[in-house]
């Protein structure tokens, strides 16, 4: 019996691979159909979200005049996503006090300025955030109630 791909096959087909009429059968073809290709968007995907908040300052350098140019401080709100196809073996995506962890030892009470070697403007920070955290493709970095900046690696 040839492998099946998760879609639909007719009647005919389901004879021809001795599937007896009025079978319980979820859809398939077989692999080497053309419509096979399709077949790796349907796939088991495990998501975790992180939400923290840390108290930090930083001083944006900009290319015309503004406030924030002063050294200021922020509550930041900072969400981040994690994914993986398979589950490590304590069965976690990632456990969040990694995240925690990452982020508060680093970023909490501290001048961003002084830690991170870029404009530590939301944007960046959710970018730099993104790139230390395994398994993470997005990050929310919100700096007040209506300002957030969202970086999504792919």
Excluded at 8 to 15: K, L, N, T, V
Excluded at 77 to 92: F, H, K, P, W
Excluded at 109 to 131: R, S, Y
Aim: glycine share 2%; proline share 5%.
């Amino acid at each position: 019996m040839p492998r099946l791909s998760p879609f639909a096959i007719f009647s005919e087909d389901r004879r021809r691979l001795g599937i007896v009429n009025g079978e319980n059968f979820v859809f398939s073809l077989p692999l080497r159909s053309p419509f096979a290709i399709f077949a790796h968007k349907f796939h088991v995907m495990y998501y975790v979200k992180k939400r923290l908040e840390i108290s930090a300052a930083h001083q944006l350098r900009l290319s015309y005049e503004s406030k924030c140019e002063n050294l200021h401080g922020h509550n930041w709100i900072i969400t981040v996503y994690c994914r993986a196809q398979e589950l490590n073996s304590d069965g976690m995506v990632i456990d969040f006090s990694v995240i925690k962890n990452l982020i508060k030892e680093r970023l909490d009470h501290k001048n961003l300025n002084e830690i991170l070697p870029f404009n530590p403007t939301a944007e960046n920070i959710a970018h730099w955030i993104c790139n230390e955290i395994p398994h993470c493709y997005k990050v929310e970095v919100q700096e007040s109630e209506n300002n957030t900046a969202c970086y999504e690696a792919d």
